[in-house]
């Protein structure tokens, strides 16, 4: 398998985190991919030209980060690392909805941001931030009513956690936990994981 991927990308995370914990990140190739770039090859991978994409032993492509997940997850891990269903099972889907949309809105206020100062959008920017400091309650209450009872760091856990790991690098600690100790604390023991710590965003990259 070939897993085509940049070292920053929060949803490429997802995909790397879920190989570590099914024990199987040694039969996938990285592809590290320029993004942006007239690359046929990734094209070819993905026609979106977006990261994550899996290319499968059978040779087909998959994507976007959530089929991957489930793929790996169905396909490698006897679907250990969702509920196949019960009320788990959408509160997770969920959860890692909320996580991909606090990334999505979080990459509109940055690129807003990015434009020269006379051209931004700033009521944009304040509504985009406003979605991400909402989302962030959600997922802080979500994980004070399910996850610490849960045996297994799942998908949803994996999500929020690439999530997470993308903002702090983005915008300091503080937007996170200043407001929510206890999603601070949760963040510390998933960072604590060993399929975390082989898949650090590089501030460099
Ligand atoms: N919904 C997609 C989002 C993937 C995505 O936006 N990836 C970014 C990198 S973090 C990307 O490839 N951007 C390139 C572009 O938009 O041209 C997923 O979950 O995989």
């Given at each position: 398998m070939r897993l085509r991927y940049t070292v920053n990308s929060p949803f490429a995370r997802k995909a790397r985190v879920v190989a570590h914990e099914l024990g199987m990140a040694d039969s996938i190739e990285l592809v590290s991919t320029a993004l942006r770039t007239q690359d046929r090859a990734f094209w070819a991978d993905n026609p979106i030209a977006k990261v994550p994409v899996l290319v499968t032993d059978e040779g087909f492509s998959l994507s976007d980060s959530n089929v991957i997940m489930e793929y790996l997850n169905v396909?490698?891990?006897?679907?250990?690392?969702?509920?196949?269903?019960?009320?788990q099972r959408w509160k997770d889907l969920t959860l890692i909805s909320t996580a991909d949309a606090v990334v999505e809105a979080a990459i509109l206020a940055r690129s807003e941001t990015a434009r020269p100062p006379e051209q931004q959008n700033k009521l944009r920017i304040e509504q985009e931030m406003a979605k991400v400091a909402r989302g962030l309650d959600a997922i802080d209450k979500a994980l004070e009513d399910d996850?610490?009872?849960?045996?297994v760091f799942g998908l949803a856990g994996i999500a929020v956690s690439s999530a997470l790991g993308w903002l702090e690098l983005r915008f300091g600690p503080e937007l996170l936990f200043n407001t929510r100790p206890g999603l601070g604390a949760w963040w510390a023991q998933a960072m604590a994981r060993p399929s975390m710590q082989a898949t650090q965003p590089s501030p460099d990259a």
């Open positions: 396909v490698h891990g006897q679907g250990r690392l969702l509920a196949a269903s019960g009320p996850i610490p009872g849960q045996p």
